[in-house]
């Protein structure tokens, strides 16, 4: 056992006491005082482990859904779907593993305040990150960020449609999503063509170069509720 791990324990117990509370009073102060005090975790310990409040243990309940992900994905045989289905299947084990939607439903209201919109969307980011992880993706150019930057947008509209739907099994998201990812296949194909052309590889070798510059930041491996923390 690690030292580390006391703390993993308190941090689950917290994530999941707060789960019953969510639905009514939202990601708030509220919440994380119930769920201290079900989970019996001291609230001085509290604080430690979530030191932004109620922002943290919305991050941290994201990130673990994430490692959830990335676990059911690594016992699953990808190799065999094609690319496409392989991006479907991860987006909707994220989506199947989410134990109330009301519990995204809250966050996405709570992620979308302005004080809170840029953690949000860093946690998308990490989300479509985690995804090409599992998919095994080694890019380290200009394909890493954009591969990341367009999962993330198929990815946040996929949600919010997935909280408006009652098909039975979610068939309907599913047909969206894979609308989704199909749209991007040929905006990918385009794109390749136009790096074949010369012409178009002159247009784009700035952009390209700017491109590769840019890395969107990963969560610092010793914050709470990271990957790190929980192995």
Known sequence: MTEENPLNAARE??????LAHVPFDG??????????????????LGAALFPRGALDLALAYHRQGDT???????ATDLDVLRIRDRIARAVMTRLDLVEDKELVRRGSTFFALPQNAAEGARAIWGTADAIWTALGDTSDDVNWYSKRATL???YSATVLYWLGDDSPGHEAT?????RRIGDVMQFEKMKAAVRSNPLGKALLAGPI?????????RAPADLPGSLKDRT
């Open 209 to 217: 170069k700017l491109m590769e510059q840019i890395r969107a930041p």
């Open 13 to 18: 117990a917290v994530i999941g006491a707060a």
């Open 174 to 178: 599913r047909d969206f999503l894979d």
């Open 152 to 154: 993330s947008a198929v």
């Open 27 to 44: 990601w708030s102060e509220t919440t994380l005082k119930a769920a201290l005090a079900d989970s019996g975790v001291e609230p001085a």
């Open 68 to 74: 959830r992900m990335m676990e059911a994905l690594a």
